[in-house]
């Protein structure tokens, strides 16, 4: 199993800029989210989804889009980036909807927006 | 909604020697705490995880303790190695009712092992 899988790695993008963030696992998670991780900030959870065709809001949801056609994809659309959204972004998944359900993470995307 | 506060930030320890990284819960209803690793360049990973109704939780090297009264829970870490240098996250998870649970994690503390 290749697990949680992510591209790009890095990625450089100008203000209003749309690019959408990659995120695949191969272990037929039901459960999978996004968080973003910034300096003395912690990790942050983006937006999640339940299974495929049902997503909702995590604590920082505003200026990404989400959506879950397959169990396996979980791409993260930035609309028009900002400079406030450099991050690493780290894309997740666990099997079943329990919190003591092992949680797997994708390497991380690097993105900076000038 | 739940907060998670971590300290210290950093840690910095000879090898050989014990480390303790402690975390605070707000909410008294959250039941289950992970620790995650997180290595330079990679994403966290789950290193040991313990449920509100056991006090301590041992796997080789590293234990977690949890003190619900004081909503506190700490990562023990004996015999230190170079590789245990790395980002440590404790989380907490509350669950809502009708929908699911959501991790809420604490900034993290680097930890420093000096060979």
């Known amino acids: 199993n290749a697990g949680v899988t992510q591209t790009p790695k890095f990625q450089v993008l100008k203000t209003g800029q749309s690019m959408t963030l990659q995120c695949a696992q191969d272990?037929?998670?039901?459960?999978m989210s996004w968080y973003r991780q910034d300096p003395g900030m912690g990790l942050r959870l983006i937006h999640y989804?339940?299974?495929?065709?049902?997503?909702d809001q995590g604590e920082v949801p505003n200026g990404y889009n989400v959506s879950r056609s397959t169990t396996e994809d979980f791409p993260l659309r930035l609309l028009s980036a900002a400079p406030s959204q450099t991050s690493v972004y780290f894309c997740?998944?666990?099997?079943?909807?329990?919190?003591?359900?092992?949680?797997?993470f994708g390497p991380g995307t690097r993105l900076t927006v000038l | 909604g739940e907060n998670v506060e971590q300290h210290p930030s950093t840690l910095s320890v000879q090898e050989g020697d014990s480390a303790v990284i402690k975390c605070t819960y707000s909410?008294?209803?959250?039941?289950?705490f992970p620790w995650y690793k997180q290595e330079l360049g990679k994403g966290p990973q789950l290193i040991i995880d313990?449920?509100?109704?056991?006090g301590e939780k041992k796997d080789q090297r590293i234990a977690v303790t949890l003190n619900k009264t004081a909503k506190h829970f700490s990562l023990h870490i004996t015999e230190t190695q170079p590789e245990d240098s790395a980002v440590y996250f404790c989380?907490?998870?509350?669950?809502?009712?009708?929908?699911?649970?959501?991790?809420?994690f604490g900034k993290g503390i680097t930890l420093s092992v000096r060979p």
């Open positions: 997740a998944s666990r099997m079943g909807l329990a919190e003591y359900n092992e949680q797997f």
């Open positions: 272990m037929n998670h039901e459960y």
């Open positions: 989804s339940v299974g495929a065709g049902i997503t």
């Open positions: 909410d008294s209803a959250s039941n289950y």
């Open positions: 313990i449920r509100s109704n056991v």
């Open positions: 989380a907490a998870s509350t669950l809502y009712t009708g929908a699911n649970s959501k991790l809420t």
